[in-house]
């Protein structure tokens, strides 16, 4: 079973700070703070680490081509699925980590090569259906979906909703969710099943 592996890099740290640094106002948290937060958030994905991979790769019906995965950890910025990047979220609950980490797992899984021949049925629908939407929004539909599978098995269907809070800033992110909702979690992974 894929496990994921969490490494804090000084030196990819010092240049991620400088980026965030250099296009936002803000706090960004010292590395003192994050390895603090770090541990908090690594024991929660650790408990549900297993559950979730394997709940992954069933709704996606995939495995993990990796044994293991590499997950940097940042103080700020935005989640990157290859590399796995997460910023630590340090003004949010720790579900919060948890649930872009899956979210960026989900991607990796469709990027794989079976993975990528099964997302083609999916996004073949989703492009009949909704012929105008761009490529990000059609992309969203297919991890929101996932995402609300894994929810709804692994945790609670509130973070379907707590989701869709979180993004809804973001207008194809909160159209992907729209989407999901409209069609259903079940409806947009249909194809999959062929």
């Known amino acids: 079973m894929t496990t994921i592996k969490f490494r804090y890099s000084r030196v990819f740290e010092e240049y991620n700070k400088q980026n965030w640094l250099a296009q936002h106002d803000g706090v960004y948290p010292s590395p003192d703070e994050i390895l603090f937060l770090l541990k908090a958030r690594q024991r929660l994905w650790k408990k549900h680490e297993k559950k979730v991979v394997r709940t ?4 996606v019906g995939v495995t993990f081509s990796e044994d293991t995965i590499t997950c940097y950890v940042v103080g700020r910025g935005v989640p ?7 910023p630590i979220f340090a003004n949010r609950p720790a579900t919060r980590f ?3 980490l899956a979210h960026e797992l989900t991607h990796r899984l469709l990027s794989q090569k079976d993975g990528t021949l099964k997302m083609r049925r999916v996004t073949k629908m989703l492009r009949k259906k909704y012929p105008h939407e761009p490529w990000n929004v059609i992309l969203h ?6 995402m609300a599978e894994l929810y709804k098995k692994v945790f609670t269907a509130a973070r379907i909703k707590s989701d869709y809070r979180f993004i809804s ?6 159209r992907a969710w729209e989407i999901v909702f409209e069609i259903t979690p079940k409806g947009v992974l249909q194809p999959l099943r062929k």
């Open 141 to 146: 539909v297919m991890v929101d979906a996932v």
């Open 98 to 100: 948890v649930d872009s």
């Open 56 to 59: 992954l790769e069933k709704i």
């Open 80 to 86: 990157i699925s290859d590399p796995v990047i997460m």
């Open 169 to 174: 800033s973001i207008q194809e992110y909160k």
